[in-house]
Each structure stands twice: as C-alpha cells, then as structure tokens.
C-alpha cells in the first residue's frame, strides 16, 4: 500500500542552524501539507503546497519557514534559523484531491530536537 | 479562531467495555469530521470520518455527528489494550483552495487489563 515517507526520523540541530526536513509524498497525490506537533500538544497545521505554490499557510509559518518541490518526488520544509521552540514532531501529509470530504495521509514524521 | 475542543483525559475504561470519546467544534459551516488514533511518538491513524449526521459503524468503531449540537464522538466496543492511544478529533476547514485539519488537543484512553 502506497504510504507517504519521511528522512529523518530524528534531526537534532543547534539553535540557530538551518534544518531541511524532507518527505516524500504518495506518488499520484497533487497536494501536500506540513503539520507539526509539539510535545504533548495538538497537531497544528503549517502549510499546504499545491501546483509549486503555496495555497496557505498558518501564522506558526513565518519567514524562517519555506517549503518546495525540488524534484518530482520529495516536498521538503527547511527552517532556516532554528530557535529552541522548533522543537517538535512535523509531519507530512499528501492527498490526491483537495476536497473536504478527501483524506489526507500523514507520514510517520520527523522528530525535530534544537539544542 | 475556529476551536476542536476534547477532553484531554486520561479516560481508563476496562477491557472489553465501551469507550466514548466527546469532541465539540466551534465552526456551524464543518462539514466533515475525522478521527485519529495517535500511538506516543507515532503519527496520526485513521480511524473513521463522518459527514452526515447520525451514527456511522465501522467494526467495533461508531462515529456519531450531530451538527446542531456541534458534537461528534467516538465509540469503541469491546475495547481491548492495544485501543490504549491518544484520539484525535480533527475538523476540516477551507482554507485558500484546499482544506487544513483542525485537531483537538486529543483525550487520553487507557483500556485496563
């Protein structure tokens, strides 16, 4: 069953470095997302990426953030300039349709320590 | 700001005994709900969605809607240990051309033994 990856599993990083945390969506699917989670809070959503651009992002998703499609197969988010409340889960999503009734599927995440 | 809004638990019920799961939303225009099973350290899983108001089975798995209340919950029958997770209630809302989850902060269940 086609499942949505991602490399690492666990980045720790300095503050202040930049990190590019990387997925690797269900091959067909035309939309991606990056949530993140931090430690015993809620899954919030960053941003969803569509056709090369952004559709939206949230306000957690500031200039240190940034989002791309390098290739036909990863959507990678790089943080530039790490800070100590970087540290979470982030997790990448992909669907094949945008619609409400369609069903994001989320990859096993990356675990994000900034030191 | 749009809320989801559950009971962050733990809620201990023993095997095999029903646990309900509550979420309220703050958004009247959701129309599709979902919900999640999260392992610790462990990405979200889904469980079931539902759009229509009423009771959706699937299994040992009943989602309930009712969107004049704005409540949906979960029902698990014949709970067993490995159900011990964290349930998420997530809400889909519209954002510029695609739609975002909106998760609550997610209800604790421990299925005692």
């Known amino acids: 069953e086609p499942e949505v990856t991602q490399t690492p599993s666990h980045q720790v990083t300095q503050m202040g470095q930049e990190v590019i945390l990387r997925c690797v969506p269900i091959?067909?699917?035309?939309?991606f997302y990056w949530y993140r989670q931090i430690l015993g809070q809620k899954v919030e959503f960053l941003v969803s990426?569509?056709?090369?651009?952004?559709?939206?992002k949230s306000e957690i998703f500031d200039d240190q953030f940034s989002v791309e499609r390098p290739d036909g197969s990863n959507f990678t988010l790089k943080i530039r300039s790490t800070k100590l409340e970087d540290s979470a889960m982030y997790f990448c999503?992909?669907?094949?349709?945008?619609?409400?009734?369609?069903?994001?599927?989320f990859g096993p995440g990356t675990r994000l320590t900034v030191l | 700001q749009k809320e989801v809004e559950q009971n962050s638990g733990p809620l201990s019920v023993p095997e095999g005994a029903i646990a309900s799961l509550n979420c309220t939303y703050s958004?009247?225009?959701?129309?599709?709900f979902f919900w999640y099973r999260q392992y610790s350290g462990k990405s979200p899983e889904l469980i079931m969605f539902?759009?229509?108001?009423g009771d959706k089975e699937d299994g040992r798995f009943t989602a309930q809607l009712n969107k004049a209340s704005q409540y949906v919950s979960l029902l698990i029958r014949d709970s067993l240990p490995s159900d011990s997770a964290t349930y998420l209630c997530?809400?889909?809302?519209?954002?510029?051309?695609?739609?975002?989850?909106?998760f609550g902060t997610g209800t604790r269940l421990k299925v005692l033994a």
């Open positions: 999503a992909s669907s094949l349709l945008a619609g409400e009734y369609n069903e994001q599927f």
């Open positions: 091959s067909n699917h035309l939309y």
């Open positions: 990426f569509y056709n090369n651009e952004i559709s939206e």
């Open positions: 958004d009247r225009g959701s129309q599709s």
């Open positions: 539902i759009y229509s108001n």
């Open positions: 997530a809400v889909k809302q519209k954002a510029s051309g695609t739609y975002k989850y909106i």
